[in-house]
């Protein structure tokens, strides 16, 4: 999922700010999870993951530590801050509204 043009605007975002709400990872370890849960539909480049996991950090919606890996490298993990918390419900809830309203179209009879 390198910047797919068929994905909403903000929904990478959301993802991952879903992803680190459960518990401080990685970027290896949520693209993983992303991946994993998704069924591997969802799939984000480095080129794409990282970039926002920055501006997610800018933002104040995550912050990052360095700490040492299960493979003993150090990597930075990631974990959702109080503004990330809210920032998460208030997408949540507009996704919810999206999506909802888009499937009320998809469900039209034709004519």
């Known amino acids: ?4 043009p068929d994905l909403v605007q903000g929904t990478l ?11 401080p990872m990685n970027g ?13 539909v969802l799939q984000v ?3 794409s993951l990282y970039p926002a996991l920055h501006k997610l950090e800018q ?7 360095w700490k040492m890996t299960e493979n003993r490298r150090r990597a930075k ?11 998460l419900e208030k997408e949540a809830e507009s996704w919810d509204r999206l999506s909802a309203s888009i499937a009320r179209v998809m469900k039209m009879k034709q004519a």
């Open 1 to 4: 999922m390198s910047k797919p």
């Open 13 to 23: 975002d959301m993802l991952l700010l879903k992803i680190v709400a459960l518990e």
């Open 28 to 40: 290896f370890s949520i693209s993983q999870r992303l991946r994993q849960v998704s069924g591997d």
């Open 45 to 47: 480049s480095d080129g």
């Open 59 to 65: 933002e104040g919606w995550i912050r990052a530590e």
């Open 77 to 87: 993990f990631y974990s959702l801050t109080r503004a990330g918390r809210g920032a």
